[in-house]
């Protein structure tokens, strides 16, 4: 297990070296972590203060399984933009049995199936600096996503910045806090993804229906709000009760209105929501 022996020496020399500082003389940018951790998931990239990087993801199964892909190479820093150029790749292929030895591949070049992210936009919003890329990657969900996908949700939902999702962060040493987010730093084709302000909307009905799923019914709530295009709600944007206890996403959108798609067993046959109550996208 020598590429997990790597990760957890390189955690041990670098862990605590999280800050960003630069040299007037030089303009030698320190060691920087970047990472983010998912559920059997997760990823860190290593800017080393010797112009090179080390970007590792690893994912594993439930019952066993999984892989650690580390690639190393060399960057380029510029503004705003972060470029990483690959130059090898070990890759980790964790066994099913826990007794089986697992298989490794090392390689002098970076086959395009075994690629990374490798340009990133540099975000800054108070005490952290966010590298965001728009290829799409996979992930936990049924929709092609990039970074800008996953930060504008977390963003306009209001997890962010007190949480974070499948993209790379690092926390910076300044007290910064409160601010809001300057939208100018995302690139304009993604700006319209973020909310200047939380929607806020009313409930104005709702019918229960029944679809038929691999010869089995299902009941579900179609619950009709009176947002729509109009005010920037688009699909899959989550509106939530002022209680913050359950998401409703939305599954269409017209207009002047929007649906929410909510199966039977959610509410155990009975509707919990109610003509007139206010959902939000965020409500603080």
Known sequence: MRILFKILLISLMFGCTNRTSHSDS???????????????????????????????????????????????????????????????????????GFNEKSEILKLNFVPD????????????????????????????????????????????????????????????????????LDINQIPEKWRKLFLLKPISSKIIGYSKNQEIIENEVYEYWIVKIDKGEKEKVRKYMDFKRENGIMNFTIDSVTKNMSFIKIYDHTFQNQMDLKIGEELRTKWK
């Open 113 to 180: 199936s075994l690629k990374l992210n490798s340009e990133f936009k540099i975000i800054n919003w108070n005490n952290f600096e966010y590298l965001l890329s728009e290829n799409i990657t996979e992930g936990w969900s049924f929709r092609e996503l990039n970074d800008f996908n996953r930060f504008s949700d977390n963003y306009n939902s209001g997890y962010e910045p007190e949480n974070s999702g499948m993209y790379l962060r690092l926390r910076k040493d300044s007290l910064i806090t409160n601010e809001l």
């Open 26 to 96: 030089n303009g030698i940018i320190d060691t920087l972590k970047y990472s983010y951790k998912g559920f059997n998931n997760g990823g860190s990239l290593y800017l080393l203060n010797n112009g090179k990087f080390i970007h590792t993801k690893f994912v594993y199964g439930c019952t066993g399984g999984g892989e650690i892909k580390q690639i190393f190479g060399e960057y380029k820093r510029e503004k705003s933009v972060l470029k990483l150029n690959e130059k090898r790749i070990e890759l980790e292929i964790l066994p099913l």
